[in-house]
């Protein structure tokens, strides 16, 4: 659209793009998606909006991806920071997902100081050719621009996306994003068609280019340079129109012009002299031709759809020929060029040399790998292994690195596939070692429910790890320990401990943190908690001596875990200010996701719902992505026992209830039964509860919350001895507080609450009143309004039960106190279970039921449907349903849960 009347068309979309950067100037920065199919003026249109931001004093800068494969990771956004003269921050680091985020973080910092004067303007071309780890920036960028004074417009083909998974998933993530806006271009109309051509040009050539070109700008400009070749009609078809311009190079020229667009557009006169076999001297005089022609410019190719169609002129052994020479010159003449080296070998196969492209392949993965492009190394890795027959020691060493990229990537399932190749890879070397290895790349990843982790694969290695490996022996010990103490591994306790003297031993740093996180993996058992607290000093201080924020992270965790357990939440709470901190230094979503679940624990043990579900709401966004299901379970859970004590149903859907059974282990059945029972679904609670199985084993770290939950759900539902079997567990453990051992999420109160509703629904009243009542006293002092209301209201329920003297009393008391807790922390189910039970005590039940009524209810509670209840009561279940409904009437309430919960509160 660059024509001698200067930009035709597209004002509207030029309006709206001013607005959006007057915005961004004024500090609310977005995102601008510019979509179309090739030459429709995309590109254009960014150039015009870069002319208004200049004559504004808003700095602009550009990046533009490549098809080129050799281009190395991030190249769109290196381009963009050159254009800015701004450091690109990606280079070697450790290659953790935390490495990446932080290097993300320090690019938008980059961006933010670019734009701190004026704002910015920065331009993203061609993005369906970018890479994966350039897609996964953008993303990350477009999560925090409306905080940032930038605009970012960004082009792409939509008729490109097909089979591009990493595009899609990109794509699919900005169009959550608020910042979002969509420009799509349409060809131009008629009359703009004619004002892109000029005057001089009679109306009916106009239209005939119009229709000819959809109103592609690109290809209008392309059909009128055919205007003045005599005898020659115009093509139908557009792609027609680009090989009809190349048709009038000769051949030498055609030849060189299809030869460096296979390469990749490069027009070094050396190179392509190397790689032609011509003398340098004829390769200039062609790129002399192909510039007159329009063809290239000194920059390269005039348009990508003129390179393309020139590629395809080229025959296929010309053309792995091509690419063979090409790696080879780069070789010799600037081997740092490993990306485009490696790209070169991989494309000339079969015809080049497989053994030399595996080689460059895997040291352009190495160096993916350092620079944080996970999906370009696992993908380079890959093509490695299949570029040439490889031994099995090479085949352990590639795979594993695949495994390692594509974990890191989010890739859980195909990395475990990669971790599960290089493991038998490395069984067929007889390499113990590098088995070893594997287990090690897995760590923290593995599933134990499953038929691959990385415990089974340290335990192997190290039955065959000859002497003089004692780091590699430490760590194995270690990863065994702590993945066998989850749960409950007969061997964990002195396989940790052996781990953890060895590491003494070394003085190693990272052998001593790797002990002491299996020793607190395999001491996450009640009987543990002032051990973890000993071993979170010690990490703590191990950090503080390296000045190792993530050391002390975890240390600090530890601690919170360890003090809620022993009910001290006054100091865990304080805790949380050195946790926040660490966080903020550390820039890791991982890190701000246990700030924010930590956050929400002591927010629930405080009563404090709604500040718990903005920090879960917020721990849940950062991971919404994630492939691991363990990282959004952990809010699904919390936000489900909210639901439980507020009755809020909301909070939790029925498609993420759905996504979270699919993945969750067997024992969480049993605890979704429990968040049913609280929120007072009695009928749904039994239904889950039948159905759920605990399965064996449970986590160690979940020994205390299991059992809990097994307590109130078989005082609800029986038998009597699954109630024993689950207090057995809890009470030696009677001082404690009900949580988790390690990765703490909820405290629910007293451990003597369970053992009073134990006692309760064995008979032993007197047991059940003494130990309800130390719970109260107990959850007081630590700070649990809610669970402390509902040991009293458990209590009040008890001493009505018990019915001596002045009992009766004490349980109004007790009821009218739970009640106005209730209210004053929106517990709903709690505050209508209470007047159900204030209105039983009193006498004064809400509109007398007749003895059938009565019954039914009973069934009701039973969690009964109407069917059943008919065919019980030998009734038609339309007589059951009018029942149920006449019960809902008299008593005031509006669902059979409430039912359930009266009938109960007067058993």
Excluded at 579 to 593: K, Y
Excluded at 684 to 712: D, K, M, Q
Excluded at 783 to 808: E, I, N, S
Aim: contains cysteine; aromatic residues 4%.
């Amino acid at each position: 659209m660059e024509l001698g009347r200067g930009f035709v068309g597209r004002a509207g979309e030029l309006d709206l793009l001013r607005g959006r950067l007057d915005e961004a100037r004024a500090g609310r920065g977005g995102l601008v998606l510019v979509v179309g199919e090739p030459g429709i003026g995309k590109t254009s249109l960014a150039r015009e909006l870069t002319r208004h931001a200049g004559q504004a004093g808003v700095p602009a800068g550009w990046g533009r991806a490549s098809d080129d494969q050799g281009s190395p990771p991030y190249w769109i956004f290196r381009q963009l920071a050159r254009s800015l003269g701004r450091r690109f921050p990606i280079g070697g680091a450790d290659g953790s997902p935390e490495a990446r985020f932080t290097a993300f973080e320090t690019f938008a910092d980059e961006l933010r100081a670019a734009a701190a004067s004026h704002g910015l303007l920065a331009v993203l071309d061609d993005l369906q050719w970018a890479d994966a780890a350039s897609l996964a920036l953008l993303v990350h960028l477009a999560r925090d621009l409306d905080r940032m004074p930038v605009l970012v417009v960004v082009t792409y083909r939509d008729t490109e996306t097909t089979g591009r998974e990493a595009l899609t998933a990109a794509l699919a993530a900005l169009a959550r994003e608020p910042v979002l806006t969509r420009i799509r271009l349409a060809g131009l109309s008629e009359a703009e068609v004619a004002a892109q051509i000029g005057t001089g040009v009679p109306p009916e050539f106009a239209k005939l280019v119009s229709r000819r070109s959809g109103g592609n700008p690109f290809f209008v400009t392309e059909l009128a340079r055919l205007a003045g070749t005599a005898g020659e009609a115009l093509p139908d078809g557009v792609a027609d129109t680009v090989r009809a311009r190349l048709a009038r190079l000769s051949e030498p020229c055609r030849r060189l012009v299809a030869t460096a667009a296979v390469l990749g557009g490069e027009l070094d006169p050396a190179a392509l002299a190397d790689v032609t076999g011509s003398p340098v001297a004829d390769v200039l005089a062609g790129l002399d031709e192909a510039t007159e022609a329009g063809i290239v410019t000194a920059r390269g190719f005039k348009h990508d759809l003129i390179r393309e169609s020139a590629a395809t002129g080229l025959p296929t052994v010309a053309r792995l020929t091509a690419h063979a020479r090409m790696a080879a010159w780069l070789e010799r003449r600037d081997p740092s060029r490993t990306p485009a080296i490696a790209h070169h070998w991989l494309e000339s196969l079969p015809v080049g040399d497989a053994a030399r492209a595996a080689r460059w392949a895997e040291r352009a993965g190495d160096q993916a790998l350092a620079e944080l492009a996970w999906e370009r190394a696992a993908q380079l890795y890959r093509r490695a292994l299949d570029a040439a027959p490889a031994s099995a020691a090479c085949r352990a060493r590639l795979r594993r690195r695949e495994g390692i990229a594509r974990l890191r990537g989010g890739e859980i399932e195909r990395g475990s596939r990669a971790l599960e190749a290089a493991a038998a890879a490395a069984r067929e070397a007889g390499d113990p070692a590098a088995l070893g290895e594997v287990a090690l790349a897995v760590e923290g990843l593995s599933d134990p429910w499953g038929s691959f982790n990385g415990g089974k694969i340290a335990q192997e290695a190290l039955a065959q790890l000859p002497p003089g490996h004692d780091s590699l022996r430490a760590r194995l010990l270690a990863l065994y320990a702590g993945e066998a103490g989850f749960l409950g591994g007969g061997e964990a306790e002195a396989a940790s401990a052996e781990a953890l003297a060895i590491a003494e031993r070394l003085g190693d740093p990272d052998v001593l943190r790797s002990a002491l996180r299996a020793r607190q993996m395999v001491r996450s058992d009640p009987g543990g908690v002032h051990e973890r607290l000993a071993l979170a000093r010690r990490m703590v201080a191990l950090g503080e001596a390296a000045d190792d924020a993530d050391a002390m992270q975890w240390g600090r965790l530890w601690r919170f875990d360890a003090l809620l357990m022993l009910g001290r939440l006054g100091e865990a709470e304080h805790e949380l200010t050195a946790v926040r901190q660490l966080a903020g230094r550390l820039r890791r979503p991982l890190a701000r996701w246990h700030l924010l679940r930590s956050t929400a624990t002591i927010a629930i043990a405080r009563g404090r719902f709604g500040e718990a579900v903005e920090a879960l709401q917020q721990s849940f966004a950062l991971v919404a992505d994630e492939a691991h299901m363990s990282l959004r379970g952990v809010p699904i859970t919390v936000l489900a026992t909210i639901a439980g004590l507020t009755g809020r149903a909301e909070l939790v859907t029925p498609a993420m209830y759905r996504v979270f059974a699919e993945h969750a282990p067997p024992f969480v059945g049993l605890m979704h039964a429990g968040w049913l029972l609280l929120a007072g679904d009695r009928a749904g609670a039994c239904e889950l509860y039948r159905r759920a199985s605990v399965g064996e084993p449970v986590p160690v770290p979940a020994t205390l919350p299991v059992a809990a939950t097994a307590v109130e759900l078989a005082a609800e539902f029986g038998p009597p001895a699954a109630v024993e079997s689950a207090a057995a567990i809890l009470r030696p453990h009677a001082g404690l507080f009900v949580t988790g051992g390690a990765g703490s999420i909820v405290v629910t109160g007293s451990v003597r609450r369970y053992l009073g509703l134990a006692a309760a629904s064995a008979g032993r009243l007197g047991e059940a009143v003494r130990e309800l009542k130390l719970a109260v006293a107990a959850n007081d002092e630590a700070g649990t309004p809610p669970y402390a209301a509902l040991a009293r209201f458990d209590l009040a329920k008890v001493l009505a039960r018990r019915d001596r003297p002045g009992d009766a009393a004490e349980a109004l008391g007790l009821a009218a106190s739970v009640s106005a807790t209730a209210a004053r922390l929106g517990m709903a189910p709690l505050r209508r279970a209470t007047e159900a039970l204030t209105a039983s005590l009193r006498g004064d039940t809400p509109g007398p039921l007749t003895r059938r009524e009565r019954e039914v209810a009973a069934h009701v509670a039973d969690g009964l449907t109407n069917k059943q209840i008919a065919a019980l009561l030998h009734i038609s279940e339309r007589t059951a349903e009018s029942h149920v409904q006449h019960i809902l009437t008299k008593l005031g309430f509006t669902n059979r849960a409430q039912i359930a919960t009266w009938v109960t509160a007067g058993r």
